[in-house]
T-cell receptor
Framework: RKEVEQDPGPFNVPEGATVAFNCTYS??????FFWYRQDCRKEPKLLMS???SGNEDGRFTAQLNRASQYISLLIRDSKLSDSATYLC???????????FGRGTSLIVHP | GAGVSQSPSNKVTEKGKDVELRCDPI?????LYWYRQRLGQGLEFLIY????????KSGLPSDRFSAERTGESVSTLTIQRTQQEDSAVYLC????????????FGPGTRLTVL
């Protein structure tokens, strides 16, 4: 199964900061992309899908660059409650099995 | 409505024992996935069910691992002759169908093999 690569971090940022994560995927046939959030000792939950045109949900912006095969997540005005691990996911390319990255850890401090 | 449930939430066993982990997906969800997550690691795909059949078992790490699903509902993951390296959180997820994008995860079973 093809890989999804992420910088594990941790990214340690103060409240109010803007932080960005990137993720690369190796299967060029992947069709769907997502960001999941996983809190410590909890299950992953869908944060947002990633569309080719880019999409925004409040303080969160996701972008997809198919040519370079990377996905990004931008978080503006970071909150303490944003502290979590962010998992990048790619799906498609002949498989129904989503491929999860190892996650990027974000720590937002006062 | 009810989400995905898993039982037990925690399981401590001795090396060499068999364990059975249960997943109850969201009602009506035909796709069901099992993952393993070791401490500080990412999600490792184990097996996928579409209905009661398992078209992809490629992630099962050894023949000590098996899974079944009955009635397009509950699934059980069985680990025989457990080893210490089997210690991990076992996560189950379901989706309305295999082509549906979002996966809904259960809280996981934390397995510790002594």
């Amino acid at each position: 199964r093809k890989e999804v690569e992420q910088d594990p971090g941790p990214f340690n940022v103060p409240e109010g900061a803007t932080v960005a994560f990137n993720c690369t995927y190796s299967n060029s046939a992947s069709q769907s992309f997502f960001w999941y959030r996983q809190d410590c000792r909890k299950e992953p939950k869908l944060l947002m899908s990633v569309y080719s045109s880019g999409n925004e949900d409040g303080r969160f912006t996701a972008q997809l660059n198919r040519a370079s095969q990377y996905i990004s997540l931008l978080i503006r005005d970071s909150k303490l409650s944003d502290s979590a691990t962010y998992l990048c996911v790619a799906k498609g390319g002949g498989s129904y099995i989503p491929t999860f990255g190892r996650g990027t850890s974000l720590i937002v401090h006062p | 409505g009810a989400g995905v449930s898993q039982s037990p939430s925690n399981k401590v066993t001795e090396k060499g024992k068999d364990v059975e982990l249960r997943c109850d997906p969201i009602s009506g969800h035909t796709a069901l996935y099992w993952y393993r997550q070791r401490l500080g690691q990412g999600l490792e795909f184990l097996i996928y069910f579409q209905g009661n059949s398992a078209p992809d078992k490629s992630g099962l790490p050894s023949d000590r691992f098996s899974a079944e699903r009955t009635g397009e509902s509950v699934s059980t993951l069985t680990i025989q002759r457990t080893q210490q390296e089997d210690s991990a959180v076992y996560l189950c997820a379901s989706s309305p169908s295999s082509s549906y994008n979002e996966q809904f995860f259960g809280p996981g079973t934390r397995l510790t093999v002594l």
